[in-house]
């Protein structure tokens, strides 16, 4: 049974870091590619960043060199170091995985979900 754990949300100001990570088991996760999802209130889950298997990461346009998302294979788990955080990055952050890159792309496509975890930004 896949299972994907996120963790690290909270409530920190305009300007301030948070460090999420998300737990993997169930798969074999050095083959597997990584995406991090944010969903806002009355908005559609959206893609923040990908790492490929090989530990290559991609951003959406909009986290502007500000995240960083890495991997560890050994520990079967990723991280998504944001900071300069803004009011406009609050949201749920969710985690998933797929064999294919391009799945990744697309939320509406993957098939495995964490219970995600809440960052608020105060302004």
């Known amino acids: 049974q896949v299972q994907l754990v996120e963790s690290g949300g909270g409530l920190v100001q305009a300007g301030g870091s948070l460090r999420l990570s998300c737990l993997v088991s169930g798969i074999d996760f050095s083959i597997a590619h990584m995406g991090w999802y944010r969903q806002a209130p009355g908005k559609q889950r959206e893609l923040v960043a990908v790492?490929?298997?090989?530990?290559?990461?991609n951003y959406e346009g909009f986290v502007k060199g500000r995240f960083a998302m890495s991997r560890d294979n050994a520990k079967k788990t990723v991280y998504l170091q944001m900071n300069s955080l803004e009011p406009e990055d609050t949201a749920v952050y969710y985690c998933s995985a797929a064999g294919s890159y391009e799945r990744l792309l697309n939320p509406s496509r993957l098939y495995f979900w964490g219970q995600g975890t809440q960052v608020t930004v105060s302004s």
């Open positions: 790492i490929t298997t090989t530990g290559v990461p």
